[in-house]
């Protein structure tokens, strides 16, 4: 009689459920991991915080299991003894970790439970600017200690070998999106916020000094003198208040009637959809999500040259990537692509076709169920020797 293997149980253990891109990166990998026929579950350390919105109804929609280990601050550790019990219950053969506090639960859970294979995820490459940075030591000790580090670029890879993960621990997935998500746009924002006529340049992530906007605020005095009906969107929710030195920026460059922040938008589709070019000055990414999923949308778009944005798009097919922090070189990108429409046709069809053929969430999906399958056979032969 034929008897059916079950089914591999990943829980999944991330810092909150609020819409962010590693715990929206976590909902598609779980909705594409259950076509493979893995169980997974998440845990969250709290469900979200104040101001942004749970990812919980998603999630559960997707199938997928949501456990609130109750953490009521960052700092609280009573959640580790809950972690534990919660291993203990489920018996999952991956934990997978998302994010740094998740990470030293990880390590945490690892002590309990040393036959549990553990996987961490690294969605960044931390330092000088991440609010925790004074324990980086620790945390990049713990790393070392996993079973296997997924890293979301080669950048991040790099990052991490130079601060001394073993090389052999360390693989590359890098995010995937469901690229048909990204077609029809349910609202016209274009009449909605008054800009038929417009060349509208499009932007999206954080207020915060590293994403560069202020670089494309900058740029704009020059794209008005040769594309005088251009218009700059910059979305992106602003949890340190830095939109209002943004806004100071665009008061005395006297930008304010063709350069707007219009906050974080939950329809991220139909605002890509309302863009001509899309445009990205991060000083410094783990991935960059947004460029694939601009990209994605069609639009041809103008983007920092850094690793790992420089792992996304291809100069000159894919997309225009210059020197970042350069307003100049932004503008004469911008202004490129504003007069050559042949061209943004063009990069806007490879840019999807790029996207079609290597950051799809079935890859992720695959991939990543690839790597639990080797790390679980790796462990069960050094178990069996041992």
Not at 96 to 105: K, M, N, Y
Not at 203 to 224: N, T, Y
Not at 340 to 355: L, S
Request: proline share 4%.
């Amino acid at each position: 009689m034929h008897i059916r293997e079950r089914s591999m149980k990943v829980l999944h253990l991330i810092n909150t459920l609020s819409a962010g891109g590693a715990e929206l990166h976590l909902l598609t990998l779980c909705r594409h991991l259950r076509s493979h026929g893995v169980e997974p579950a998440v845990a969250c350390l709290r469900e979200h915080v104040a101001g942004s919105r749970s990812l919980r109804q998603d999630f559960e929609r997707a199938g997928v299991r949501v456990i609130d280990l109750g953490a009521a601050g960052r700092y609280e550790a009573r959640f580790f003894g809950r972690i534990g019990r919660l291993v203990a219950a489920e018996r999952p053969d991956i934990l997978h970790t998302h994010l740094p506090r998740a990470d030293v639960a990880g390590a945490f859970v690892r002590l309990m439970h040393p036959s549990v294979v553990w996987v961490c995820s690294v969605h960044a490459i931390y330092s000088v600017d991440w609010s925790a940075r004074w324990s980086l030591p620790l945390v990049r000790m713990l790393w070392r200690r996993a079973n296997g580090v997924l890293c979301i670029s080669h950048a991040v890879r790099d990052w991490l070998i130079r601060h001394g993960l073993p090389s052999e621990r360390a693989t590359v997935i890098h995010y995937g999106i469901e690229t048909e998500t990204l077609c029809g746009a349910q609202n016209n924002l274009r009449e909605t916020w008054q800009l038929d006529g417009k060349f509208i340049i499009g932007s999206i992530g954080r207020l915060e000094p590293r994403k560069g906007h202020q670089v494309l605020i900058q740029a704009m005095p020059e794209i008005l003198r040769q594309i005088p009906n251009a218009q700059l969107l910059i979305a992106g929710h602003d949890p340190w208040g830095y939109g209002a030195e943004l806004r100071r920026l665009i008061e005395a460059s006297n930008l304010g009637d063709c350069v707007r922040l219009v906050g974080f938008q939950s329809d991220v589709v139909s605002f890509l959809d309302a863009l001509d070019v899309f445009a990205f000055a991060t000083h410094s990414e783990g991935f960059g999500q947004v460029l694939v999923e601009a990209m994605a949308a069609g639009k041809p778009a103008v983007a920092s040259r850094v690793a790992p944005l420089t792992e996304i798009a291809r100069h000159g097919e894919s997309a225009l990537l210059v020197e970042p922090g350069q307003p100049a070189a932004f503008a004469g990108a911008l202004v490129r692509l504003a007069r050559e429409p042949r061209e943004r046709q063009r990069m806007a069809r490879r840019a999807r076709e790029r996207v079609q053929r290597y950051f799809t969430a079935e890859r992720m999906a695959a991939e990543t169920l690839s790597l639990y399958q080797d790390l679980c056979a790796r462990t069960a032969k050094f178990t069996a020797s041992a």
